[in-house]
């Protein structure tokens, strides 16, 4: 056990037993000098104190040996205040009033860059630096950090008493327009969350009309900073804000090659905000024909319907007033042929048949003939005409379509064959490489299986293991933490069996799986058998091939190792359930045993379930039944939960509400997947209907649209483990990925680690049963670029392999489509990007699109153009045709405007 702290000097005394005012007194009596030699001592102190207030459990408080008090805490600060450096008190813990009384009688050196110093640990800490300024006891910093403090100032409505008690804050104030701010506190993100009049916009406006700063102040450093091209974010603060200024024309006007250069940002809302102006200032043709003609230069390449749209409509306006103007717009719509959209290129297409050019320039025309959309190549054609049409051909060139693989891959392909590391030296490259991407359940696996397979390490062993044993207290992730809590107790750095767990857990979770796990594996590392644990996969995704399970069974028999009945029930949940005569033979030969018999059951071996073996025979049925119930179990035990004798079915809903915040009405909705079993308390053992848990009535409502499901965490290393757990029944974590995605379909928060569920899908031996299919159907319309293309990926791959259900996947869409939960231009976005990656899967886009537009023929999406408009390009590229059902629906579909005039082309098609 480590001493406590025993006080040195008087000071050292005064503040341990929380004395402020003798800490006081034994401060004043210090000199300058004197004060600098205590700052070790007060550092050392603060050290303790700091680390005594983050141990509770720990009975010795960290060495402080007493629960620290409020009392201590106080003493402490003073005399860091004192005694240390602006550093030291920026990151101590104390009270304002505290600290300007102190400065104020002491003047101390920790004065000197305080200001600095507090704002660099938070941009919370300017209401402290404020005071500081205020009372004349810091200058005003001229820093960045100073800038990102006042615009958190926002937030609580905390501005305006800073603004009244800081006449010079109005000199400085308008620099939180050129400065860029961190990821958390920038304008646009502290008005994000701020409402009414506190937020920033409504702040300048209104000190604008105070008379404070001029119109003009306040739109030069909006144009300055959207001329910076900051993201896309940040700069949509100041795009907004451009438009509640409301400028008038003659500042427009002034302001006009301003707005020309912005149409060369990379940042959409700011070419789209340039645009509008200069629609605006089109009618006092104040623009030169040639300035205008290069600034739409490079917004007619853009990806933004909108603005190459609005781009055409501009020379559109040039040319009727001016046609010699023709040729050169001419050559300057002609680049938005190549557009994806086909609206867009019929506007461009209309234009070019007006406007007259020369043969130089109609010579690149067939640059883009390729990406003509099938409805228009006869009016590009016509546009062409003579030789030119002839060369680049009457039609678009077929893709050939390539059959279908013939279903899910063995999951023992020798590809996937786990190779566990040589040698010592291997291992401690394949630990390091855990520690840095614990995601990689594979190389987990294998690190935690030869740790425990080479205990007890001798002398030389442990020498080398040294770079990685330094590092394994300081991790922070959880699966990277608990191959850390192996390594240590493996190598002895433990005196008990396992370090204590770093935080609690509840029980159902992979974590405690994983931790329990630890455990059961370090006991038999304490056997000192120096056999691979039973339950280590052979292969990736956490299978174990079924002979090498039988062997592993047979050298346990011979050494008489009891593993427990947990690490045997992980065995048996990771066989692949592949069939193996040879396997099923040698099981036989092992003696008979209650593991022995339920390892032949799983195998397909004839031998009925045995009720008083309950755990082991239920993991059994999962791998002899992985996607069926078990008749003969089911018949002996009932119903024990999914997972148990029967397999888990899910059911899914959607559930709409709306709210009332300061006036506005805000729209929710929720995604919930439930099982079709009734919540049951199981033992541990039954690890897979653990696994299949769903809440209590208590917690369902939080559980099903916030609880990060099995993982317990929104960790991606967690996420994978709970995957490669029960590999045979990876419905429940799909059904995770469900939930987890389909309630933040529009990135309302950053779930980095959710990719973890759509990457799965990628995996050619996971098959497409209904939570896959589903979660497949969810990516495709998700907002957030990450996860739409790996889910479009993930189309293209099961469709190609053989995996994928095409009717299953639209039935999900129908089902999806008839919802508030998704929207009709994503899913639009993300068929042409599968087709852009695969032009050979036409005939399996085509289905999906038949499926999505034909989902609510009695309410239609609003945005169901996109749709009919990839629809109608592939019936006239590939020969595509509706059935009658479909036609008849879509003849009575109650469709207007442009969908409406897609509809009846199709139908004529």
């Known amino acids: 056990m480590a001493q406590n702290f025993v006080p040195e000097t008087a000071l050292e005394s005064a503040v341990y037993a929380g004395d402020y005012p003798q800490t006081l007194t034994l401060l004043r009596i210090l000199d300058r000098e004197q004060r600098r030699a205590h700052r070790s001592s007060v550092r050392r102190m603060k050290k303790l104190l700091d680390a005594a207030r983050w141990n509770s459990r720990d009975e010795n408080y960290a060495g402080w040996g007493v629960s620290p008090t409020d009392d201590q805490v106080r003493a402490m600060f003073a005399t860091v205040v004192v005694c240390g450096t602006a550093d030291d008190v920026a990151a101590s813990h104390g009270s304002k009033d505290d600290l300007l009384d102190l400065c104020r009688e002491f003047g101390p050196e920790s004065l000197q860059g305080m200001a600095d110093a507090q704002l660099r640990g938070s941009p919370h800490a300017i209401g402290v630096v404020q005071a500081l300024l205020v009372a004349g006891l810091v200058p005003r910093p001229d820093s960045d950090d100073y800038i990102i403090g006042l615009m958190s100032l926002a937030q609580n409505r905390r501005f305006e008493a800073v603004w009244a008690a800081d006449p010079g804050l109005r000199e400085v104030l308008l620099r939180i327009m050129e400065v860029e701010g961190s990821s958390e506190f920038n304008l646009a993100a502290v008005d994000k969350y701020t409402h009414g009049t ?13 008379g404070v700063y001029t119109q003009e102040q306040l739109m030069e450093r909006t144009l300055s900073t959207l001329a ?10 100041f795009s907004r804000f451009h438009a509640e200024l409301a400028p008038d024309l003659p500042l427009l006007a002034a302001n006009a090659p301003r707005y020309l250069g912005l149409c060369h940002s990379r940042i959409a809302p700011t070419v789209t905000m340039a645009l509008e102006v200069i629609k605006r200032l089109e009618p006092s043709q104040v623009i030169a024909d040639a300035d205008l003609f290069d600034a739409l230069r490079p917004v007619l390449h853009a990806s933004t319907k909108a603005q190459v749209l609005g781009a055409l409509k501009l020379l559109d306006g040039r040319v009727k007033r001016d046609s010699a103007l023709a040729e050169s717009a001419f050559g300057l719509a002609m680049a938005a042929l190549a557009h994806t959209a086909p609206d867009v290129q019929a506007q461009v297409l209309q234009r070019l048949a007006r406007w007259h050019a020369g043969p130089d320039v109609r010579m690149l025309l067939p640059l883009y003939a390729d990406g003509i959309a099938a409805v228009h190549r006869p009016a590009f054609l016509a546009l062409m005409g003579g030789a030119a049409a002839d060369a680049a051909g009457p039609s678009l060139v077929e893709q050939p379509v390539v059959a279908p693989g013939s279903g899910p891959a063995c999951p023992l392909d020798e590809a996937h064959r786990l190779r566990p590391p040589a040698d010592i030296d291997a291992l401690v490259r394949c630990i390091a490489h855990v520690f840095e991407n614990d995601h990689d359940s594979d190389a987990f696996e294998m690190a935690a299986a030869a740790l425990v397979q080479l205990a ?37 750095e433990r005196g008990e069996l396992l370090a204590p767990r770093p935080f609690e857990v509840y029980a159902d979770t992979a974590l405690a799986c994983l931790q329990d796990r630890s455990e059961d594996w370090l006991r038999l590392a304490a056997q000192a058998v120096h056999l691979p644990p039973l339950s280590m996969p052979t292969h990736r995704g956490g299978f174990i091939a079924p002979s090498m399970l039988v062997e592993r069974a047979a050298a346990y028999e011979q050494r008489a190792v009891d593993v427990g009945l947990r690490e045997q029930v992980r065995a048996l949940l990771r066989l692949a359930p592949i069939g193996d005569a040879a396997a099923i033979e040698a099981a036989r030969q092992l003696a008979d045993g209650p593991f022995t018999r339920a390892l032949r059951y799983a195998l397909g071996d004839d031998l009925a379930p045995e009720t008083g073996q309950l755990a082991l025979f239920a993991a059994a049925a999962r791998v002899r039944f992985p996607e069926a119930d078990d008749p003969a179990l089911f018949a002996a035990v009932g119903d024990i939960g999914a997972g148990g004798a029967h397999a888990a079915r899910y059911r899914w809903q959607t559930q709409s509400w709306q709210s009332e915040v300061q006036g506005k009405t805000y729209h929710h909705h929720g995604f919930i997947v439930e099982l079709d079993t009734k919540p049951n308390e199981v033992a541990d053992e039954l690890l897979a209907v653990r696994r299949h848990r769903i809440p209590r009535e208590e917690d369902r409502g939080y559980y099903v649209f916030h609880a990060p499901g099995f993982a317990g965490h929104h ?16 419905e429940a974590h799909f059904a995770d990925g469900v939930r987890a995605i389909g309630n933040n379909l529009d990135w309302w928060e950053a779930q980095w680690s959710t990719k973890a569920y759509l990457e799965r899908l990628l995996d050619p031996a996971v098959t497409m049963r209904p939570m896959a299919t589903l979660l497949l159907a969810l990516g495709l319309a998700a907002k957030e670029p990450g996860q739409h293309a790996l889910s479009v990926d993930a189309l293209l791959a099961t469709w190609r392999e053989g995996r994928l259900e095409t009717d299953a996947l639209a039935i999900a869409l129908r089902r999806l489509s008839a919802t508030p939960m998704v929207k009709a231009s994503r899913y639009t976005r993300s068929l042409q990007q599968a087709l852009r990656l695969d032009p050979g899967a036409h005939p399996l886009v085509f289905d999906l699109l038949v499926a999505l537009v034909t989902a609510v023929p009695d309410a239609p999406q609003r945005d169901i153009a996109g749709l009919l408009e990839l629809m109608l390009e592939l019936s006239l590229a590939h020969g595509h045709r509706l059935r009658d059902a479909e036609r008849a629906m879509l003849q009575a579909m109650p469709l207007k405007a442009k969908a409406g005039q897609l509809a009846r082309t199709l139908l004529a098609a």
Do not use: H, M, Y
Request: charged share 25%; with cysteine.
């Open 198 to 210: 506190a937020c920033w916009s409504q702040v300048l406006c209104r000190l604008r009309d105070e």
């Open 715 to 730: 960790d991606e290393g967690l996420l994978r483990f709970s995957a490669v757990l029960l590999p045979n029944c990876l």
């Open 456 to 492: 007890p390490l001798e002398a030389g062993q442990r020498e080398r293991l040294g770079p990685v044993i330094k590092r394994a207290g300081r991790l922070r992730t959880p699966v990277a933490q608990e191959l850390g809590r192996l390594l240590l107790a493996v190598v002895g």
């Open 228 to 237: 910076q091209d900051w993201p896309q974010f940040r700069a949509g603060w």
